[in-house]
């Protein structure tokens, strides 16, 4: 579900007004063309955990993994952000970012992390729409870092 041309953003946690505003911020056409003019086709949203269940039930969103998962999708280079909200996330994500291009962005003050560098933007629940935005920018912003890191040189014949 992870597209190569795309940027690739998971939302990980526990509140769905965070994914469902994150939602709303990646479908709107500012955001799909700000997307093209750094290079990428569109915008790819997926779940992991719980908010993934509830972005596949009310969206017919794709599950990037389960809890078990987090650094796996990580690893696959092709994540330009990672968003994550109260619990079940592992603090280690972060340092596993750093060896990618992957941005963490922590959005409560109980899921900040002191390890790795993480983008900390505080969701509140009145700017809702505004935040969800900078979020997604945020991982919009990241992508041409990923078009750098995965340009692989060709194998000689």
Excluded: W
């Excluded at 269940?53 to 690893?75: K, S």
Aim: some cysteine.
């Amino acid at each position: 579900m992870l597209k190569q041309d795309h940027v690739n953003i998971i939302v990980h946690g526990h509140e769905p007004l965070l994914s469902e505003m994150i939602v709303v911020a990646s479908r709107q056409p500012e955001m799909q063309e700000y997307a093209k003019t750094k290079g990428a086709k569109g915008i790819v949203l997926a779940g992991m955990c719980c908010t993934a269940n509830e972005i596949l039930v009310r969206h017919g969103l794709p599950i990037a993994g389960n809890y078990l998962q987090q650094e796996l999708a990580i690893i696959t280079g092709a994540v330009d952000a990672m968003v994550v909200d109260v619990q079940c996330i592992m603090e280690n994500i972060a340092n596993v970012a750093m060896c990618y291009h992957t941005k963490i962005i922590t959005t409560n003050p109980r899921a900040m992390m002191a390890s790795g560098e993480t983008v900390h933007i505080e969701f509140d629940e009145h700017h809702a729409l505004e935040d969800a935005k900078k979020i997604v920018k945020v991982a919009i912003e990241n992508f041409p870092n990923r078009k750098a890191m995965c340009s692989f040189p060709r194998r000689r014949r």
